[in-house]
Structure formats: structure tokens, C-alpha cells
């Protein structure tokens, strides 16, 4: 089984300023890494996945992820973030064997104050 | 537009009465997916189809049932609501395999039983 753990459940942090939002997974098995974002009363959109190749993952809106086999995680980070970025952050996995199935961490709300 | 939708966004109901939640995608994806969402424990998987009468469970699929004899369309039932099936349910699509492709979620249902 796959469980994913976002150890932060809320981040506040300044306009401009840089954020990390963590996440680490457990797995017996390979998978696939997923960001997804959450802006007030919406449903999920992509970020930003990793499947294979290049560990370091670049995704929309200047978010980028690191993928690290060794300490299994795949921590979101973006440079200097805007008021805009305020949301809720899913970190996901799938196993490679079974993608029918996506497993999420329980969120990382992201707080820009001005 | 490519669009996710669900109807109703708002339902309030009693225990036992029986409800639809309807999703629809106009992408012609082959693969749909529900979750419900709860604080604290992030988006959990309901049930989830790989194509036309082709479903099955996922991690938390006691109460529900779902149908899909359309390609477009992937109603969520429950057929007699508890109040522990207070959530906020999100029905989501895929071009294929969950996991591999970009999952488009609708708006969201937020279901209140009492």
C-alpha cells in the first residue's frame, strides 16, 4: 500500500518571500508523483508530475518539485510567491503497476499575506 | 470549453433518502473518478471506471454505488445517506489510466446529511 504525508498543514509566508511545501510518500513499489492545487471553492488542477527522467519537475505558475528516491520525497517550492498563490496544495502518488488508482496526502494550505 | 461538471453543487438532505450526484465530462475521456474530501484526510478515492460498464472501488467505496453506461457520464448514488457521508465530492476525468495522464476535477458537491 501507498500513503503519502504532508507534514505541514498550513504555511504562512509573505508575498515574495520563497516557499517549500513538503511531502514525503511510503511505497513497496515505483510510482508516479503529482502536485495538485485547490484555489477557493474550486475543484484540483495539475501542477506539475513526475513519471521519469529529470528529478527536478517544473510545473505552472513558476512551482517547481524535486523528486528523491533516497529519502522518498517531493517537496513543491517556488522562488517568490504572490497573493494569488494562496491555496491548497495535494501532493499525490500512483503506483506504476495500478495507475487507476491516485492516493493523496491530506493538503498543505498556503497562506500569502501582503 | 473543456469542462468537468456536477450537479447539484449544494445538497442538503435527510438520512435514508435516496440521491444522484450527477458528473459529466465533455473531453471524451475514458477514465472518471470520485472522491470525497474531509479535513484532515485530503481527497479519498470513492469509485472510479476505465471506460463504458467498466468500474471498480476504490479506498472508501461503502454507501456509494456508481454506473457508467455512457462514456460522458458517471453518477454518484447513494442510496440511503448517513450523516458520515458529510463531504465535499469531487468527480474527476482522465484521456486514460488515472494515474499516467492529468486528472481534470469538476467544481465539487458539497453534500450535508442530516
Known amino acids: 500500500a501507498q500513503s503519502v504525508t504532508q507534514l505541514d498543514s498550513q504555511v504562512p509566508v509573505f508575498e515574495e518571500a520563497p516557499v517549500e511545501l513538503r511531502c514525503n510518500y511510503s511505497?513497496?513499489?515505483?510510482?508516479?508523483l503529482f502536485w495538485y492545487v485547490q484555489y477557493p471553492n474550486q475543484g484540483l488542477q495539475l501542477l506539475l508530475k513526475?513519471?521519469?527522467?529529470?528529478?527536478l519537475v517544473k510545473g505552472i505558475n513558476g512551482f517547481e518539485a524535486e523528486f528523491n528516491k533516497s529519502q522518498t520525497s517531493f517537496h513543491l517550492r517556488k522562488p517568490s510567491v504572490h497573493i494569488s498563490d494562496t491555496a491548497e496544495y495535494f501532493c499525490?502518488?500512483?503506483?506504476?503497476?495500478?495507475?487507476?488508482?491516485?492516493?493523496f496526502g491530506t493538503g498543505t494550505r498556503l497562506q500569502v499575506f501582503p | 470549453e473543456a469542462q468537468v461538471t456536477q450537479n447539484p453543487r449544494y445538497l442538503i438532505t435527510v438520512t435514508g433518502k435516496k440521491l444522484t450526484v450527477t458528473c459529466s465530462q465533455n473531453?471524451?475521456?475514458?477514465?472518471m473518478s470520485w472522491y470525497r474530501q474531509d479535513p484532515g484526510l485530503g481527497l479519498r478515492q470513492i469509485y472510479y471506471?476505465?471506460?463504458?460498464?467498466?468500474?471498480d472501488k476504490g479506498d472508501v467505496p461503502e454507501g456509494y454505488k456508481v454506473s457508467r453506461k455512457e462514456k460522458r457520464n458517471f453518477p454518484l448514488i447513494l442510496e440511503s445517506p448517513s450523516p458520515n457521508q458529510t463531504s465535499l465530492y469531487f468527480c474527476?476525468?482522465?484521456?486514460?489510466?488515472?494515474?499516467?495522464?492529468?486528472?481534470?476535477f469538476g467544481p465539487g458537491t458539497r453534500l450535508t446529511v442530516t
Open positions: 499525490a502518488v500512483t503506483p506504476v503497476h495500478n495507475t487507476d488508482k491516485l492516493i
Open positions: 473531453m471524451n475521456h475514458e477514465y
Open positions: 513526475y513519471l521519469s527522467g529529470s528529478t
Open positions: 511505497s513497496s513499489v515505483s510510482v508516479y
Open positions: 474527476a476525468s482522465s484521456l486514460s489510466r488515472g494515474g499516467t495522464y492529468e486528472q481534470y
Open positions: 471506471s476505465m471506460n463504458v460498464e467498466v468500474t
